[in-house]
RNA sequence: GUGAGCGUAGCUCAGCUGGUAGAGCGCCAGACUGUGGAUCUGGAUGUCGCGGGUUCAAAUCCCGUCGCUCACCCCA
C-alpha cells in the first residue's frame, strides 16, 4: 500500500462485497416477487427532498429531524436533506404528480438507502436500507390486513422463523390526545417510582414510558391505563374489523397496547415485526396508518398505510436463521491447455454466455491442475477441458465437477448437454455459500 | 450526545508478571509432465492502528489520539 493516508468508508456507512450481496440481492428479488403478487408497483424518489419535507411529516420535534438528519445548505441556499425516512417522499410524490385523481387506491413499494446521523450498532448504521411499501387512499381495515399478511407472507419466503407480529391502534387526531391527558394523570401519581430515564419521558413524550425497558418499571408500566381502552367508537371499530380480519386471513399477531411508535405521523394501526436473533436493535420492521399525512403536506385528504423493513437487520436475521441461500454460482469453467486451444475456448465461452450460462475461464495459460483447482474454488457445476486431443477430435471433455464424472461431448453440443444436466433455468442456479 | 470493550499476517486470533512476532485457515509451489475438492513437504506476507513517554530493552507498562464494535438514547 502506498504511504497516503488511508481514505475509509464514512463512520456508519459500509461497503457490501460479493458474497454478501448475494444474499441482499436475494432478499430484494423475493420482495418484488411478493409484493408483485399483491399488485404493488415500484415507485424511486430522490434520496434528496427539500429538508422541510421531513420536519411537516416526521415531525419538527423527533428526534429523526433534530438531531439525526443530513441537512445541509444548497449552493443556492436551498435547505436539502438526505432523506432519513421514505413515507414522506412517498406522498410528496403522490400529491406532486396527482396519483390520487387514478381513482381506487394507489399500491407503491421502494427500496434504497435512508440516513439518520446516529452512533452506529449492530443493526443500525447511517447509511441504511429499507425495503417499504404504502397504501394511499382509503382507510379500509381489509388494506391493513392484506398489508399485514403480505409481510407474514414474505418472512416465510425468505424462511424467518422466531418472529413476532405486534399489533396495536394508537388512536387518531380525537381519542389520542384525550389518552395522553389520561396517561400523564397516572404517571403524575406514579412521580419518583419509575427509572430516570421515565421520569423525563412522563414530562416529554408520556407514550415512551411505555415501552421502557427497565425490569423493575414493569409492573408499574402494566398498571398504566391501555390505549385500546380509550380509543374512540370509530378507532375502534376500526381496529376490531381489522383483527377480525387478521383472523379470517390466518395472519398471528399479538396485542401490544404498550406499542408505540416514533414518528409523528401514525394514526391508528401501529405495528411491528421483531425478531429474536438480532440484538438490541430487534425491530425488523415498523410501520402504521398516517390517515392525515397527505393534507399534513399539502394534499387532498387520503389516508394511508405502509411499513418500512430494515433491511439491514432483515438481511442479519435471514444470516442468523441459515434458511435463505444466496443466488449465484457458476456453471461453467473453461480449461484450454495450449495457445491453440484458447480461440475454441473463447469461442465456447461467448456461446455459452449467450445462452444465459454463468461462464469462467483461464486468462492466462495454465496447468490442467490449477485450472481443475479454480474451477473447484469457484463452485463450478461443470469444467469443460479443451486440449490437443480434443481440438483434432472437435469432441470436448466436459467434467462434472461434483460426481468427477467426465464425457466427451461434440462442441456445438455442451450447451445442450448443460441444458439437461443442469436444467431449463436460463442459468446455473447453483445453491452455494454458507 | 453518553458509556464500555477491542485494534498483532488477507481472515480468525495467541503472545503470562517488558527481552525486538507466532498458530490455524487462506494463498503460492512441489510430491502428481492433461484431471480439482484428501494427505504430505516447502514458501511468501507484518510500519504489532498512530504519536509520545517510562526503560539498557515496549506488541507487552503509562498518556494521548484515531478507528472499529457493543450498549444507552432513539429508531428500521
Known amino acids: 500500500m502506498p504511504e497516503a493516508t488511508k481514505i475509509r468508508a464514512v463512520k456508519g456507512t459500509r461497503d457490501l462485497l460479493p458474497p454478501a450481496t448475494g444474499l441482499w440481492q436475494r432478499v ?10 399483491y399488485h404493488f408497483g415500484e415507485i424511486r424518489t430522490p434520496v434528496l427532498e427539500p429538508a422541510d419535507l421531513f420536519a411537516r411529516s416526521v415531525g419538527a420535534d423527533t428526534d429523526i429531524v433534530t438531531k439525526e438528519m443530513y441537512t445541509f445548505e444548497d449552493r443556492d441556499g436551498e435547505r436539502l436533506a438526505l432523506r432519513p425516512e421514505a413515507t414522506a417522499s412517498v406522498v410528496r410524490a403522490y400529491i406532486e404528480h396527482g396519483l390520487f385523481n387514478q381513482g381506487r387506491v394507489n399500491k407503491l413499494y421502494y427500496i434504497g438507502p435512508m440516513f439518520r446521523r446516529e452512533r452506529p450498532q449492530k443493526g443500525r448504521y447511517r447509511q441504511f436500507y429499507q425495503i417499504g411499501a404504502e397504501v394511499l387512499g382509503s382507510e379500509a381495515p381489509s388494506i391493513d390486513a392484506e398489508l399485514l399478511e403480505m409481510l407474514v407472507l414474505l418472512l416465510d419466503r425468505l ?3 422466531g418472529c413476532r407480529l405486534l399489533l396495536n391502534s394508537v388512536g387518531d387526531s380525537h381519542c389520542r390526545p384525550e389518552y395522553v ?3 400523564r394523570r397516572a404517571l403524575e401519581n406514579m412521580q419518583g417510582r419509575l427509572c430516570a430515564d ?23 408500566i402494566a398498571k398504566l391505563p391501555s390505549i385500546l381502552d380509550h380509543l374512540c367508537p370509530e378507532c375502534r371499530a376500526h381496529f376490531e374489523r381489522l383483527q377480525a380480519e387478521l383472523g379470517q386471513r390466518g395472519v398471528k399477531y399479538e396485542l401490544a397496547p404498550r406499542l408505540v411508535r416514533g414518528l409523528d405521523y401514525y394514526t391508528r394501526t401501529a405495528f411491528e415485526i421483531t425478531s429474536d ?15 392525515g399525512l397527505s ?38 469453467y473453461i480449461a484450454w491447455l495450449g495457445e491453440a486451444a484458447l480461440p475454441p475456448a473463447i469461442e465456447l465461452a461467448t456461446e455459452l454466455r449467450r445462452a444465459d450460462w454463468s461462464v469462467e475461464l483461464d486468462y492466462e495459460p495454465a496447468k490442467l491442475k490449477k485450472s481443475l483447482g479454480t474451477a473447484s474454488k469457484l463452485g463450478a457445476r461443470f469444467t469443460v477441458i479443451i486440449g490437443e486431443g480434443e481440438l483434432a477430435s472437435g469432441r470436448y471433455q466436459v467434467k462434472n465437477m461434483a460426481t468427477g464424472e467426465q464425457q466427451e461431448v461434440p462442441a456445438a453440443r455442451v450447451g445442450g448437454y448443460l441444458q439437461e444436466r443442469i436444467g431449463s433455468t436460463f442459468f446455473a442456479r447453483a445453491e452455494i455459500g454458507r
Open 159 to 161: 424462511g424467518l422463523r
Open 198 to 220: 421515565c421520569q423525563r419521558r412522563a414530562a416529554t413524550n408520556p407514550l415512551r414510558v411505555l415501552d421502557c425497558k427497565v425490569e423493575a418499571d414493569q409492573p408499574l
Open 295 to 332: 393534507e399534513l403536506l399539502g394534499g387532498p385528504a387520503a389516508p394511508g398505510i405502509g411499513f418500512a423493513i430494515g433491511l439491514d437487520r432483515l438481511i442479519l436475521a435471514v444470516e442468523a436463521v441459515g434458511q435463505l441461500k444466496p443466488q449465484e454460482g457458476l456453471a461453467v
Open 28 to 37: 430484494e428479488d423475493e420482495a418484488r416477487r411478493v409484493f408483485a403478487a
Open 277 to 291: 436473533v438480532l440484538g438490541a436493535q430487534n425491530a425488523v420492521l415498523g410501520g402504521g396508518r398516517y390517515d
Open 181 to 183: 391527558k389520561v396517561l
